[in-house]
T-cell receptor, first 111, second 114 residues
């Protein structure tokens, strides 16, 4: 079964707008990771946030984690057409254990 | 050159045939994984290997087998392919020696079973 559930399933915005995707999970975790997948391609790691962190930034990406609500959000600021892709959250329950992926959010950024 | 490669990239096969998907990596990672991706279901773990002598079932291992021939090579076999194994298959690697357990993915193999 899937650990993570992502919301929304699909998101369409205009270039320059911000995009926010949410991920909820069921069990306690060591860390949560976000990946990006361009159509039909392999996943690429974007950012990792540990269970003792609340917020993390990387370039135009901002990730938050609320362990009390078992949820995370990924914010992409000033989106570009090239950000069009599917975004997946993945949780790791203990350090070094396998990842469990959510079902993904399909983001479309219109030029 | 890509760090994680998969062959073949596309394959069409018939029901009942045995098929092998291969994965090679040049990252020097001990850990390797096989996932399948179906539309709307995200990635599901089939098998994983933490080193050459270690093989573990994932959440959907029925109908699949694997072989870890070397640190760099991890193969996935479908002993008798069936149509509901039509999917996109990904190999991934990770390095337990790093603080971050990110995984590195291959480009995928699109398998169609008719």
């Amino acid at each position: 079964s899937q650990q993570g559930e992502e919301d929304p399933q699909a998101l369409s915005i205009q270039e320059g707008e911000n995009a926010t995707m949410n991920c909820s999970y069921k069990t306690s975790i060591n860390n949560l990771q976000w990946y990006r997948q361009n159509s039909g391609r392999g996943l690429v790691h974007l950012i990792l946030i540990r269970s003792n962190e609340r917020e993390k930034h990387s370039g135009r990406l901002r990730v938050t984690l609320d362990t009390s609500k078992k949820s995370s959000s990924l914010l992409i600021t000033a989106s570009r057409a090239a950000d069009t892709a599917s975004y997946f959250c993945a949780t790791q329950e203990t350090s070094g254990s396998r990842l469990t992926f959510g079902e993904g959010t399909q983001l479309t950024v219109n030029p | 050159d890509a760090d994680v490669t998969q062959t073949p990239r596309n394959r069409i096969t018939k029901t009942g045939k045995r098929i092998m998907l291969e994965c090679s990596q040049t990252k020097g990672h001990d850990r390797m994984y096989w996932y399948r991706q179906d539309p709307g279901l995200g990635l599901r773990l089939i098998y994983y290997s933490f080193d050459v002598k270690d093989i573990n079932k994932g959440e959907i291992s029925d109908g699949y087998s694997v072989s870890r021939q070397a640190q760099a090579k991890f193969s996935l076999s479908l002993e008798s392919a069936i149509p509901n194994q039509t999917a996109l298959y990904f190999c991934a690697t990770s390095d337990p020696g790093t603080a971050d357990y990110e995984q590195y993915f291959g480009p995928g193999t699109r398998l169609t079973v008719t």
